[in-house]
């Protein structure tokens, strides 16, 4: 694995831009597609069942477009929106920290508490680790397919680049709003975005971004401090990936 560099402010590893860049043409990370479906298992387990979901994942009905509600019962209540003691008081507030083992985005509000969010982790997510600065956020962003992603799935071509992209609104896999990533000034090429479904939560399902529930990624577009650090924790779960572009 390509060392990583140290930044001298905290001992958070850095991305450098050759792995930056040898990640991005491996595995086309701007995609952010959503998942292709999985054969069927022979024997499906019964569907765990939970408690119903707190209001604020109910509808939202003042978005350009609509959003609509978590269905009760089905998302596990430690991926649920919530305040937490914070993990990491020792980052200024803005500060956001992904754990991919875990499946967890927290936001750091204070010294002593922040906010945390359950996600879905790309495969990709689980070979990135460091500290990327955020950049600009976008509401309802355009999607961009980049041709290493069409020369997989030809059907995507009418959304490439060159073609402008596929717009904003309920078929657009980047959901209701994006984060953009940068490390020195460059593109990672990754992104914190929207269109999780309750089921992606804690699992690898998307061709490198970070997924969350649009609600939650509202939320977080809220409270957002530009230019903050994103902190990604290096995995030790492969395991995980259960799902892959």
């Known amino acids: 694995m390509t060392r990583l560099l140290c930044n001298k402010d905290q001992d958070t590893p850095v991305l450098t831009r050759r792995k930056l860049l040898s990640l991005a043409a491996a595995a086309g990370l701007t995609a952010c597609a959503r998942p292709e479906p999985e054969p069927a298992a022979p024997e499906t387990p019964a569907a765990p069942q939970y408690p119903p979901v707190p209001d604020f994942y109910h509808a939202i009905t003042d978005e350009p477009h609509p959003v609509p509600a978590v269905p009760d019962g089905s998302l596990a209540p430690e991926y649920w929106r919530q305040e937490v003691t914070n993990p990491w008081p020792e980052h200024p507030r803005g500060t956001i920290v992904i754990d991919p083992n875990d499946a967890l985005l927290h936001f750091v509000e204070s010294p002593e508490r922040a906010m945390r969010y359950g996600v879905s982790v790309g495969a990709a997510g689980f070979d990135w680790e460091g500290t990327a600065r955020l950049q600009f956020t976008r509401e309802w962003p355009v999607w961009k397919v980049p041709e290493s992603m069409i020369l997989r799935r030809p059907e995507l071509e009418p ?3 060159a073609n402008g992209g596929m717009d904003p609104g309920p078929d657009n896999p980047m959901g209701a ?3 953009y990533l940068f490390q020195d000034g ?8 929207g269109d999780a479904s309750p089921w992606e939560l804690g699992r690898a399902v998307s061709s490198g971004c970070i997924r969350m529930l649009n609600q939650d990624v509202i939320d977080l577009n809220d409270r957002s401090v530009h230019g903050a650090a994103v902190i990604v924790l ?8 259960t799902s892959v572009y």
Request: aromatic residues 10%; glycine residues 0%.
């Open 186 to 193: 460059v593109d990672t090429l990754y992104r914190i975005h």
């Open 234 to 241: 290096p995995s030790q779960k492969p395991e995980l990936l």
């Open 159 to 161: 959304y490439s680049v």
């Open 177 to 179: 709003r994006a984060l």
